[in-house]
C-alpha cells in the first residue's frame, strides 16, 4: 500500500474534458534536460516537485506535459496567466505585431504605446493618469520606491513582515520573508512593521475581513467594531513612533498579501493606516501585482476592495498574461519630479509588449472574467471552507475572488504550521492526480489558489474533490 501511494494516487474526481489536443513532444529526452538544468542553469532556480514536471503547451486553464498528461493549473505561472495559457485572443494579436514592429524604444511615438496608455489609465480613479511602463514588478516596485523618495524628499519606507515585493537590491529591503535575503547590505532606509494577518497573528476575530470565509477565531465585537484592527493599528502607530523619523516617504502594501499566502488585513486597516501615513508627508504605494486586473472579483483593483486610493499603483504579472512586462501609475505631480533629470528604461513600453497589454485588457472585459473571478471564487472558497471544517490540519481557508489561501495547521488551537514533509506530501498527491498547487507562507504552509481567471466551477469540483482525497490519504498516513 505504501508503495501504491508513491507510485500513483487514484480518485473518484473526473477531470473535466478538454477539446484540446497538445502537439507531440519532440524536444530532448527528460534526463537530458535534467543534465542541462544541472549543469547550464543557475542553482538557485528551484524546481517544484520532487520529480519536476516537464511542461510543453498550455491551454486556457490546462497544462500538458512532455508525455501528453494534462494538469489543471491552480497556480498560473505565480500568479501570471491572468486570461488563460495562449488566450486566442492575446495570442493572434501578439502574431501580428510581430509581423510589424517589435521595438523602436520609446524614444519614437509608435500606436500601440499610446493606445494602451490610454486604455489602461481609464481604469483607474483620478488622479492616477500617469504610466512609466517596465518589464517585471521588481523593477515597477523599484521605480515607486525611487518615485516616492523623490516626490517627497524624504527617505524613509515601510511595508509589512510577510511582504514580497521584489528581489532587486533596492527592493529587498521591502520583501520581509526570510528565504529571500541574502547576506549583504540591503534595506536602508525600509523599515517592516507586524502584518495584520487575522489568522496566524496576535489579534482575530470571526468576521475581520472582507472574504466569503471569515476565520475560526472567535471575537465578542459589536456590529462596526473591530478590535483586532483596532490593536494592530496600535502596532502600526509604534512603528510611526520609534523606527522612522517624523517625516517619512511612504507606505507600501498588498491589499491582499501573495507570497505570504493570501494574507488578509481587518477591513477598516488600510484606510486608517493611509491616513496616518500622508499625516507624515508619505505617499501610499500599492502593490497590485497579484491583486490587479479584476482577480478579486468585485472590483478591478485590490485598493479599491479597501475603499482608498493610493498615490502610486505597481503593476505586473497577470498585466500581460505572461509576456515580461509591468507598469507604475501615478499622479501628473508625483511623475513630475522623476522628469526633473532622465530616467530610461529600454524596453519599458515596447511595441510588442503594448499589443499583448491591450488585448490581456480586451480579453478580460470580453470573457467577464472579473465576474467569473467572483462568481467561481466564492464558490471555490465555501466548498473549501467544508474541507476546513472536516479536517483538522486544514486551519484557515481565506481570499478573495480567485485569489485564495489555505493555510495547514498541526491543530486549529495552536495554529502551528503543519511540518513542510507532510504538506509537500498532500501536494505531491494533489499533483499526481492533476492539480497544480502554489506553495506559500513563512513557512510553506500554506496551499497558494490563484489560477488562469477562465477556470469553471466544473474545475473547481474537480480540484476539491482531488485536494480532499489528498487530505483523506494524509489522515490515513498518520494513522
Excluded at 488563460?84 to 500601440?112: D, E, I
Excluded at 501585482?289 to 505586473?316: C, E, K, M, N, Y
Excluded at 511623475?335 to 532622465?342: C, E, P, R
Aim: charged residues 20%; contains cysteine.
Amino acid at each position: 500500500r505504501q508503495h501504491k501511494w508513491k507510485s500513483s494516487v487514484s480518485t473518484r474526481a473526473k477531470m473535466p474534458p478538454c477539446d484540446f489536443v497538445p502537439e507531440k513532444y519532440k524536444s530532448y529526452p527528460y534526463e537530458r534536460m535534467q543534465k542541462i538544468r544541472e549543469q547550464n542553469i543557475t542553482p538557485v532556480l528551484r524546481l517544484y516537485y520532487k520529480k519536476p514536471l516537464l511542461l510543453h503547451q498550455g491551454h486556457m486553464q490546462w497544462l500538458f506535459d512532455y508525455e501528453g498528461r494534462r494538469y489543471l493549473d491552480l497556480f498560473a505561472g505565480i500568479v501570471t496567466v491572468s486570461v488563460g495559457h495562449c488566450h486566442p485572443k492575446v495570442t493572434m494579436a501578439t502574431q501580428k505585431q510581430l509581423a510589424r514592429l517589435w521595438h523602436t524604444s520609446n524614444v519614437y511615438m509608435h500606436p500601440s504605446i499610446h493606445e494602451y496608455a490610454e486604455k489602461l489609465t481609464s481604469l483607474l480613479p483620478d488622479p492616477l493618469k500617469v504610466v512609466y511602463l517596465t518589464n517585471s514588478g521588481s523593477e515597477a516596485n523599484d521605480l515607486a520606491m525611487f518615485m516616492a523618495r523623490l516626490y517627497t524628499r524624504n527617505f524613509d519606507i515601510i511595508s509589512f513582515r510577510g511582504a514580497y515585493h521584489g528581489g532587486s537590491p533596492y527592493t529587498l529591503g521591502l520583501t520581509s520573508v526570510g528565504l529571500y535575503k541574502h547576506a549583504v547590505a540591503n534595506g536602508f532606509g525600509c523599515s517592516t512593521t507586524m502584518v495584520p494577518d487575522v489568522f496566524r497573528g496576535l489579534w482575530g476575530g470571526s468576521h475581520c475581513r472582507d472574504s466569503p470565509v471569515q476565520t475560526v477565531r472567535k471575537c465578542s465585537c459589536s456590529e462596526g467594531v473591530c478590535h483586532a484592527n483596532d490593536q494592530y493599528i496600535e502596532q502600526f502607530k509604534d512603528c510611526l513612533n520609534t523606527s522612522v523619523p517624523r517625516t517619512i516617504a511612504g507606505f507600501i502594501a498588498e491589499p491582499i498579501q501573495g507570497v505570504n499566502g493570501a494574507v488578509q488585513y481587518p477591513r477598516r486597516f488600510l484606510k486608517e493606516a493611509y491616513q496616518l501615513v500622508r499625516e507624515r508627508g508619505g505617499v501610499c504605494i500599492s502593490d497590485e501585482v497579484q491583486t490587479g486586473f479584476g482577480r478579486t472579483g468585485s472590483h478591478f483593483w485590490g485598493f479599491q476592495t479597501h475603499d482608498v486610493v493610493p498615490d502610486i499603483v505597481t503593476l505586473a504579472k497577470g498585466i500581460g498574461n505572461g509576456f515580461p512586462m509591468a507598469a507604475v501609475v501615478t499622479t501628473k505631480e508625483i511623475a513630475s519630479h522623476l522628469a526633473q533629470n532622465l530616467h530610461f528604461n529600454t524596453f519599458g513600453g515596447n511595441a510588442l509588449a503594448c499589443v499583448v497589454g491591450a488585448a490581456v485588457l480586451d480579453a478580460i472585459e470580453e470573457d467577464s472574467l472579473q465576474k467569473n473571478s467572483e462568481d467561481v471564487g466564492t464558490y471555490m472558497l465555501l466548498e473549501l471552507a467544508k474541507l476546513r471544517d472536516k479536517f483538522e490540519i486544514v486551519g484557515d481557508v481565506r481570499g478573495k475572488g480567485l485569489m485564495i489561501g489555505v493555510e495547514m495547521v498541526t491543530d486549529k488551537d495552536s495554529r502551528h504550521p503543519l511540518p513542510a514533509e507532510e504538506i509537500g506530501q498532500i501536494w505531491e498527491d494533489c499533483k499526481d492526480m492533476g492539480v497544480l498547487l502554489g506553495r506559500g507562507g513563512l513557512y510553506s504552509q500554506t496551499f497558494r489558489i490563484k489560477p488562469p481567471m477562465c477556470i469553471t466551477k466544473k474545475d473547481v469540483d474537480f480540484a476539491v474533490e482531488v485536494f480532499h482525497t489528498a487530505l483523506q490519504r494524509h489522515m490515513e498516513r498518520a494513522a
